[in-house]
């Protein structure tokens, strides 16, 4: 499981959906909540929390350029590839946080994916969860 550490900045709500702005040293993220109508006690503008987000769900980029829905953008280096015959395993550095990507095998061809190499790690935004520290 993926972990950052961040501050709550921004929350909008609508009827039971949360949209929860977090900003992790400079860099922010997003994590769309399925709640009741009434906010847990802990999740507060300035509160500092944990994003959690499976490794199965960071999609990687290389040279993406344009506009994208997906609101959590990383921009991390290649530490190193565990290659399996369908899927693998990519360790990332965002900042001085570890990230890991599971991607297919096939994907990590196709963008020639090499250590050292700069990628964008995408996380949609309702596959981010939140935990009070």
């Known amino acids: 499981m993926n972990k ?7 929350i909008q709500q609508s009827g039971a959906i949360i949209l ?3 900003d992790v040293d400079g860099h922010g993220f ?7 109508v009434t906010q847990p006690e802990w999740l507060q503008t300035g509160n500092t929390i944990d994003l959690v987000f ?4 960071v999609s ?3 040279n993406l350029s344009g506009m994208i829905s997906m609101r ?6 290649v530490q ?3 290659r399996g015959e ?3 395993k990519v360790d990332l550095k965002f900042k001085d946080y570890p990230i890991t990507s599971a991607i297919t095998t096939r994907s990590v061809d196709s963008l020639n994916i090499k250590i050292g190499d700069e990628v964008e790690a995408l996380v949609k935004a309702n596959e981010v969860s939140l935990m009070k520290k």
């Open 4 to 10: 950052l550490s961040g501050i709550i900045n921004n």
């Open 20 to 22: 929860v702005d977090v």
């Open 30 to 36: 997003s994590a769309m909540l399925i709640e009741s």
């Open 54 to 57: 499976k490794e199965t769900e």
């Open 60 to 62: 990687l980029a290389k």
């Open 72 to 77: 959590n953008r990383m921009k991390c280096t």
């Open 80 to 82: 190193y590839i565990e």
């Open 86 to 88: 369908l899927l693998s």
